[in-house]
């Protein structure tokens, strides 16, 4: 079957950066991607390259800041209160995930103050170039269920429980 939307994907990779290194390997955890492609799942630029592909592709793929998550901005840095950390001691380095404008966000600590921290709201990823080397295991039609939701749903799921629980 070939990738389109409206149909579940499961690939594994290997995400490294424009050196070499790799970042994350689905392979070695030992849990492959599933995304629903045309909504919005991975970054654009991924999704663009799998369309059309057929279960069992293979194929590396380079995305370029703006096709991945996005280019840096330094006005994403921010001082902000002490106290709008829940941990009593703090790092430059340290990620937390927190509620953002556009679902969450992740936050990353650039300097900590007497009463303030210098937090970073880029994607900790914004303004790399990201090579991925994709192996697409299969792709299969989304469920009402799925489509309804957004994203796949786990493989126990009663896909007709989640579609009656929208019924008025």
């Known amino acids: 079957m070939t ?48 369309d059309g592909q057929d279960t069992g592709a293979e194929l590396t793929v380079t995305l370029m800041p703006a096709e991945a998550y996005g280019l840096r901005d330094e006005a994403l840095q921010r001082e902000v209160g002490r106290d709008a ?8 380095g340290m990620r ?12 990353t600590v650039i300097e900590v103050r007497d009463d303030s921290v210098l937090i970073d709201t880029n994607h900790p990823l914004a303004g790399h170039t990201l090579r991925y080397a994709l ?11 799925e489509l309804a939701k957004g994203h796949p ?14 019924l008025p």
Do not use: C, M, W
């Open 153 to 166: 749903l786990p493989p126990d799921t009663d896909h007709t429980q989640v579609e009656d629980k929208k």
């Open 3 to 50: 990738i389109a939307p409206q149909r579940v994907v499961t690939l594994h990779y290997v995400l490294s950066d424009a050196d070499g290194q790799v970042l994350d390997d689905s392979r070695a955890r030992q849990q492959p991607l599933e995304y629903l492609h045309g909504h919005h799942n991975i970054v654009a630029g991924l999704e663009r390259a799998l």
């Open 135 to 145: 192996q697409v295991l299969s792709v299969r039609d989304a469920t009402r269920a």
């Open 85 to 92: 950390f829940p941990v009593p001691e703090l790092t430059p």
């Open 96 to 107: 937390f995930q927190t509620p953002g404008d556009d679902g969450p966000e992740i936050v």
